[in-house]
Each structure stands twice: as structure tokens, then as C-alpha cells.
């Protein structure tokens, strides 16, 4: 049975969690109607005039947005792509470890850089990558000439996409890891039994039984190829690099808030929400479809 | 002949100096001349006898109303930048609180309240914040797009009726010395809708500071030309001139911003120049038409060689990732021995070098061009204003404050200047922190300085700020860089601007040009393209032929309609 | 699972563990180094001797920090942000998780809310619209600016949501027998049941505030309001070096880059603190958010 006063008390409680939604999300949603304006901050929205589509249009049309459109998509898809590969290997590896010590030591070492920001993590890959820094430093021992990872144009992106890894294949390994423990032991017995050999545990038995998480994982990661990582790239990239650096989100930062295009840069913050919409659409379905996921 | 236009550039003309009574008079007017308008003389103004007596020579009315007290105390709103710096004030004033501002209140009989004070960097931001919730103060300074958008928005007064005729002499003179450019520039749809500032010119010729106890100890000459300054730059890097015994020290340096005008420090302005490129600059060339100074063939000449220093190693390597800030701490931590920058940089950040090491003796030298001329970019004479909100009762009192402030800055009319460190913290002291300069003014004082030492006219005709100065300079001359801020004021005033007060030429955008490219949309992308072009083939991360594809780009994506539309 | 006892096995064993831990170690290598860098002699930095060990030993990095007013300033600007922040994440968590565990008939309207949630969670508006929002709020140069737009954190709601729900329906009705209303059933059975869960996503919610620097950066005008991490960016990476005091006179005996590498030290040490109670936590958390009945 249910009690009126009940049903009360939840709308209570749901109250203030449903009022800062609406004021940090909705009303904000609101304000995104610039993208259709020439919006002049000292009309406002009410009075700067309407251009209906004209700012989509320009960007369609300007280079700077094909580019920045690329570079997120190649940032982003090269993280997730690399990040799982890395991330299963690692899991696999660490599922041979037999002692318990060392492995708790591995997973203590490898998961510490996920809980770092990425400003602290960019001002030491900064002075790390720098000419004189200890990276070249290093390869200058094996007599190569010193690179410019962070300034130029040809390295960046690989530097942003192995930083990424670095920073987070221990944490993403957590899930396979957990994957693995679920896995029947009887599976290895027979294999065992069979004859097979490490190697072959590890592809025939280990493998296929974390593989529904690796295809839900990979099918997640499907709403996530138009997010380069904002906070990772705006710490290190510089105008040098911006033909392979720039991506969405840090190209609607500057281009709306530093140099105050405020309608273009809504446009281009509006693009990103409705093409993020139907993939995170996409990615759902294909995790019901394929891993038999269902989130909500 | 590629710089053929370069011959219409006319070099300043000096007139002789004359012996200014004080700082009272109007400049003597330097008449710069752009490259494509004939060499105009203007009229000196006549120097007024006295130092103190206010210039009563023109029309008296205008004297009584500039100056005028209000009879009942009016309050006057307002906003402000540069709180970072408030520490720099003398104990116990503030940036709301201190003698400047008392004596423009009570002298006008105003109240004036800010309200908000925030760093430099946010200003602009929280400006165009408040603009778009409307909650704007009486009068505020804006950049010419907030200009053109607040008259589009119609939220500012009409100031037509109250600049000239409010305006004291100095500044009606120190507008007139742009050519009419300041008023025209604030002027939209026929009406004056804000105070133009004057920018000093002196800001945008680039000089090459070298440390000359480097040099001594190299057996070296001071540079005269770009190629002196790679065997300098070559010559600090090889030879440990610190002579710590470790290949510790840089070349030249520079930052993520190669091109910028004016005041560009550890800028490559320069090297461009001494090819006759003018990167930035939208300017008439031989033909008169408007072209853009980035995208010139010259320019191509002059990365080829910035390239091959970068490639040498003469160039910190890192340059393109590095800010300002950055790049000061080469010079001032004593890893550097060159710095590139305008005239005023001994009192920053070269003053912190000197603090640091007081045989550190900077020397500012100016580099000819390949045809063994002085020709520099120049920035604008006016890059804001002042706009008074619509609806409030009394819009000229703007005028009459920017008087007092500028009577205050070079002791003109008896206003007292009570700092010894005007020249660091006067934006934190004036309400509304704005100058109408005189656009020659560096190089006026130089030749007065210079003047007074060679004992020509008595140091006792220049007013306060002008005293103060003139005794550092002689402290300093006395027991060089013993103390760094009497150094730092020397090298400015009179060793950096004699050298511009020597005569230049200048090369100057078209000033009708920021009303087309500040309202492009196509403009930040053309910019950044061009931003990225410079810097990847300096650093060779692109070969010289790209610039040919930037080229191509640049018009096609914009940047050749934006030249139509300037040359219609 | 079964332990080979083959020879070779063990030598591959061995080798898989020497192999994982040298790989593991080599992720806080970076960390090391600028470890080293703060501890080092500010020659030694200029000249690139300073690999993993401090060359030229001194403290003179932290020695001026610890007089840096403006870095302790920000510093206390974080744990106010992480202590308050915290705590309106976890007292929102809460009171939004718990009625969207409900069902649709004892809460009417649950699935609205619920797809409300989802909604807000996916519909990330860009920072142009954000931004414009939060100053017409009056926020900007706020403390509360950096509190109330994340006082809402969805993911943990729905984190949560589920731990609830799959909580034994028995201790409610068990509760209801007694005449418990919702108030008291959160608070005396789900609560204490659910504290795993709810130090999980605690920790989550500390760790955001902590690391967050964006926030601070554009809703801050002053930079005397900006969070660590914020002022630690405009430091090292933006390089506004008048964030410093006494800079000129400090170059002497050490350089920026050792007072950098100090300070990204300094910052990381409250992650370090609680890192022993993240990792115990965090395993659980990954797993809860990926768990549906």
C-alpha cells in the first residue's frame, strides 16, 4: 500500500536535486537559442536580431571547423581504441600473476593516475616533453636527435592519445579484471587437461570470457568519439599545434568565451550535444543489441 | 623593385628642439607621415611662456569649463582593472582611496565609486559580462567592437556636444597630432560616441636590448643589422659569456606570439621589418590599394632566414610554446643575453635582471633594414574608448576627468604628482585609467632630458614627474645600475627613446581598416591560420613553399574578400 | 584456479611479474621526477642533470612556499570547496537517489524525474551557454560558483539508485510493519546499509572537487578566489608568473622550475592521503555503476 504522505515526502526530497537540474541544465539549454541569433551582449537575447542557420552554415563552410572536427575525431577514436587494447592486455597479464604481493603493488601503482588532474599531470608531461626535458634527454642516449613533442604538429595528437593511456589503462583495466574473476575455473581445468598451454589459456579461455565486456565497453565508448578530453588539451596545447591539437571543445572555449563570439561558439557547443545525442543513442542500442546491457 | 613603396615612406622629420620651457607646451609635433600621405608639417602650437600658468593662450571659456567644480557633489560610477598590482601603491592608498583620485574629486567636486575592481587579464571579460546583463556604469573604456556594439545596442550617450568642447588644449592637441584619426575613430554615423585615447608611438619599434658586459668580455660590436645580430646570438651561445664553463646560455628568444603590434616583446616584428614585411599591418602600398602585410611576398624572405636560425639553434627551440612570462625568465634569471622589445622594457622585466645581477648592463640598439634604413611597424594611434551610459546627467565630466589625469601625468596646470613610481602604478591611480598622450611624446622628453644634461635649458623648468626622472637618471648616470629602478628609468627615457627620437620610418595601418576586419566573422580564422603558418615554418615543422599554400588559403578563405571590401 | 608447477611456468611467472612491475613503476616515473625536480638545486635543473634523484639536494622550493600566501590561499579556497562541495554531493545524492528507487506507483511520476536525470546527464550544454548562465545568476567571483552547477552529480545518483534497489526488499517492508515513513527508512535502514556505496561515491565527489580547475578559471575574475588547482594552472601551464610574489629577488636561489615541480607535489598530497581509502572503494564503485538487477 501506498501512503500519500509518502508520495510527499519523495517529491520533498527530490525537490532540490530536480531545482539545480533545471538551473544547471535546462536554463542553460535555453541560452543555447544564441546559436541562432548574431547575439550582441548589449541587446541581449531578447533583442539581438535572429539569423535562423546562418552560424551552422558558416561553419560548415570555414576550414577551421572541418579541421577541429577531424582532430576530435581522431584524438578521441585513437584513446579508445589504443586505451582498450591496452587496457585488456594489461588485465590478461596481470590475471597470470600468482602472487598475491606483487600484484596488489601493481594495482596500487597503475590505478594513482587516474586520481590526478590533468593540470597537474600536463605541468609535469610539460616540463617532461620539453627540449632540455628528461624524455629527449633520454633519447639522446641513443643518439637521436631531440623532438618537440608538444610543439609540433606531427607529434601532438600521439602525445595527448599515450598520455591518456598512461593516465588511465590501470583504472579501465579494473572492469576486465573484474570480468576475469567471474570466469568459471572448471574453463581452465579442461583446457588443462587438453593440454594447452599458457598462451593458449589466455586466448582460448581468458579472452573469450571477458569479451561481452570488452564489446560493451567498446559499444559505451561509441558516445564518447566527439569527447577529445577538454581539460587534457587545453593544459597542453599552444597555437603551434592547433592544425592537429584543436578539437570542439577547446576550440568552442576560445573561440566563444576568450575572443567573445558568443553565438559561434554556442553553434559549435549545439553541434556537439546533437550529434553526442544519437550516438550515445547508437551506443546504447548497440550495447542492449550486442552485450545485452541495459543501463538505465 | 619590391620595397619600392618603402620610398614613399617618409622619414620623421626632426624638427630642432626646441627649448621647451616645460612640459606644458604641446608636443613639439613630430609629423609622422604614413607611408602613403604626403609629409604634412603640422603647425607647432605655440609653446606657452610659464611652466605653471594652465595654457590660457587659447579660448578662456573653454579653460573655466574644462576645469570647472560641479556646485552640488554629483557621484559618477565606474569600473576598473589592475587589482593584481594594488601592492605596488604607497602604504595606506588603494586603488579606490588615493591622492590622485582625491585631488580629481575634490577638484571637480564629484564622488566616484567603483564598481568592481578586478586583475588586468579579466577585464575585458567581466566588461563584456556586464554588458550583457546590462548592469553597465556610468562610463567605462571599451574596445572599438564593445564600441560599435553598445551604439548598435543604443545604450550609450551621445558625445558629440561634450568632447571638443570640454576637452582642454593638450588633448584637442594631442588628437590633432594623429590627423584627425582618435575623433574619426570614435566617430559612428557622424556622432562622436566615445573619448579616443592616444597610444605613444614609441611603443611599436622593436629595439634589440643586448647585454653589453657580454659583449665587453666577447670583444664584440653592437649589432647593427639582422645579420650582426645572428653572429651576436651565435656568439652568446658558443662562448659562454656568463662564463659558468657550460653551454647554458640561450640565443635569442621568443614567445608563441612572433608578430604582434605594438610593444611586442621578445617579438621577431623586427627581423620581419628588415625585410620589408609588415606582418599585422593592413596598409596602402606603392599603388595605394590595402594590402595585408602578413601574406606580402617580402615576408617569405624573412622566415626563410628566421628558419635558418631556428634550424642553427640560434632560437630557443621551445620559443613556440613559450608565453611572455616565460621567456622573460631566460633574460632575467641571466641565461640570456638579448631580448627583444620596445623601449620601456628596462623597467620590466630587464629591472629584474639588474636586481638579480648588477653587472647585468642592458643596452638598447636599433637594427636597419636591408636597405640600411630605420623602418618599423606601427601600431594604432587609438585602440579604446571611453563611453558614457545613456541617461546620465552629466556625460562631460569624462572629459574633465581626462583632463586633470593628464595634467596629472606630466605636471602640467600645477597638478600635483605625488609618486616616485608614477610611471608603474598610474592606471591603478587614475579613475579612469586612459591616456590621451601626445603620440610623440617619448621621443619629446628624450630630446629634453637630453637638453638638460648637455645643460641647453634649466631641469628646473619641467614640471614634477618630469624632475623626479631627471634626477634618477642623473643618480644613475652617477653609479650606474646601482639601484635598478633609476637604471630602468634611464635606459627608457633616455638612452631606448633618444635612439627613436633619432628618426624612423614608419609603416602604419590603414585606420579605416579595424572597422572591416573587427566585424569579419571569417577573421579569428584567419588569424589563427595565420598564427599557426608563421610559427610552423619558422620552426620548419612546414617547408618555406608553405607559405605560398597560406597564402592561397588565406584569401580563399576570406581573407580576399575582406581586402575588396577595404579597397572599395 | 589452478598453480602450474611446471618449471617454466614459474620462470614465466617470474617474467610476467617482473615485466608488470617494471610497467607499473614506470607510470610513476614522471611522478618521481618532479619529485626530484622540487628538491633539486636550481643549476642542476637549468643544466638537465636531475633525472630521478634530487641533484644538488635543498628545500628551498618548499621553504618559500610555505611563507607563499597567495598558494596557501587557493589551497584553503580547495579543501572549503572539497568540504562543502562534498557535502551537498553527498546530501543531494541521497535525497535524489533514494525516490528514484522507488517504483512508479509508490512514487508518481518516478520515470519523468528519472528520464529528467537522464536527460541532464547526456544534454551536455557547450561552456558558451554555461557560462552566460552562471553570471546571469549573479555566481561569477562566487564560492557557490564552484559549489551549485556539480552540487547534482547524476552519475553517482544513478550509482546509488541502483545499490538501492537492489538492496533485500524484506528491510522495507520490515521497516513499513513498523509504521516507518520515508524519512526515517532512509535514514535508519538504507543509509547504514548502503555506507560502502555511499564512500564510494563520496570519494568520487571529493576527488572531482579537488581536481577541478576549470570552473575556477572562468567563473573566478579574482584571481585571489581561485581554487589550487586553478591557481596551479595559471601558474605553471598559463605561466601568469605575477601570481608570484617576489619573483625577481626569489630567481636567485631557485628557478620557477623547481617551485613548479614543489607545487605540483604539494597539490598532489591530498590525493596521495586518500588514495589507500579510493583504492579500497573505487573497485566497488566501477563495478556498482556497471551492475543492473
Known sequence: MHRKSDTLAYYVMILPGLFLLVAFTFVPLFYSVIAFQKFNPARGIQNSPWVGFDNFLFLFRIQDAREVFANTLFIAIGKIGLLLIVAVVFALLLNEVRFAGPKRLIQTMVYLPHFLSWVILAGILRTLLAREGLLNDALALFGLKPIAFLGQPATFPWVIIFSDIWKEFGFEAIIYLAALTSIDPTLYEVAELDGASRLQKMLYVSLPGIAPTIVLVASLSIGNVLNANFDQIVNLYSPIVYSTGDVLDTYAYRVGLIQGQYSIGTTVGLLKTVVSLILIGVSYWVADRFANYRIF | MKKSWLLKATVITLMATFILSACAAPATPTPAVSATEPPAVTEPTQAPAATSAPAQAGAEWRMTDAYAAYPEKITLTLVKGGQENASLLPEGESIEANRALQYIEDTLNIDITFEWVVPTDSYADKLNLAISSGEIPDAMIVTPIQLQQLVEAGVLEDLTPYVEKYANKDLLENWNQTKGVALQAATIDGKIWGVPNVQPQADAPLMVWVRKDWLDKLGLSAPETVDDLEALAKAFMEQDPDGDGAADTYGLTGTLQPVMVPSNLHGFDVIFNAYGAFPTLFYRDASGQVVYGSTQPQMKDALARLNAMYQAGLIDPDFATKNTDTSNQIVVGGEGGIMIGPWWISWWPLNDSVKNDPNADWQPYLLKDNNGQFTYSMGDYTNSFVVVKKGYVHPEVVVKILNIQNDISYGFNDAPQYYPNFNEIWNLLFPVPFLIEQPYVVERMARDYQAALDGQVSPDTFGDAMQIEYEQIQKDMADPRSDPANWATRMARLNAASLLAGGYSEVRADPAAVRFYSVDPNWPSLKKMEEEALLLIITGAQPLDYFDTFVQQWNESGGADLLAAMNQ | ?293
Open chain 3, 1 to 293: 584456479m589452478v598453480v602450474s608447477r611446471r618449471p617454466l611456468d614459474r620462470i614465466v611467472d617470474w617474467a610476467i611479474t617482473l615485466f608488470l612491475i617494471a610497467l607499473a613503476a614506470s607510470t610513476l616515473l614522471p611522478l618521481v621526477h618532479t619529485l626530484a625536480l622540487s628538491l633539486s638545486s636550481k643549476q642542476a635543473v637549468a643544466g638537465g642533470l636531475v633525472s630521478l634523484w634530487p641533484v644538488g639536494f635543498n628545500l628551498f622550493s618548499y621553504e618559500y612556499i610555505i611563507q607563499d600566501e597567495k598558494f596557501w590561499r587557493a589551497f584553503g579556497i580547495s579543501l572549503a570547496r572539497v568540504a562543502v562541495g562534498g557535502f551537498t554531493n553527498f546530501a543531494l545524492t541521497v535525497l535524489t537517489a533514494f525516490p528514484l528507487s522507488r517504483s512508479a506507483q509508490a512514487f508518481p511520476g518516478r520515470n519523468v524525474f528519472m528520464w529528467l536525470m537522464v536527460a541532464g546527464m547526456i544534454l551536455n550544454v557547450g561552456v558558451v551557454p554555461w557560462y552566460l548562465t552562471i553570471s546571469q545568476y549573479g555566481l561569477i567571483d562566487s564560492f557557490w560558483a564552484l559549489i551549485l552547477p556539480t552540487a547534482l552529480p547524476i552519475w553517482n545518483v544513478v550509482i546509488l539508485m541502483n545499490f538501492f534497489r537492489n538492496l533485500p526488499k524484506e528491510l522495507d517492508e520490515a521497516a513499513r510493519i513498523d509504521g516507518a515513513n520515508p524519512w526515517q527508512l532512509l535514514w535508519h535502514i538504507y543509509l547504514p546499509i548502503s555506507l560502502p556505496a555511499l564512500a564510494t561515491v563520496t570519494l568520487f565527489s571529493l576527488v572531482a572537487h579537488w581536481n577541478s580547475f576549470f570552473d575556477g578559471l572562468i567563473l573566478m575574475n579574482n584571481p585571489d578566489n581561485y581554487p589550487l588547482q586553478t591557481y596551479i594552472q595559471q601558474l605553471v601551464i598559463a605561466q601568469r608568473t605575477v601570481l608570484q610574489s617576489g619573483q625577481a629577488q626569489l630567481l636567485g636561489r631557485l628557478s620557477n622550475n623547481t617551485l613548479n615541480a614543489a607545487k605540483l607535489f604539494i597539490a598532489m598530497i591530498p590525493i596521495l592521503i586518500v588514495y589507500p581509502f579510493l583504492q579500497r572503494y573505487f573497485i566497488r564503485g566501477i563495478t556498482l555503476g556497471a551492475v543492473k538487477e
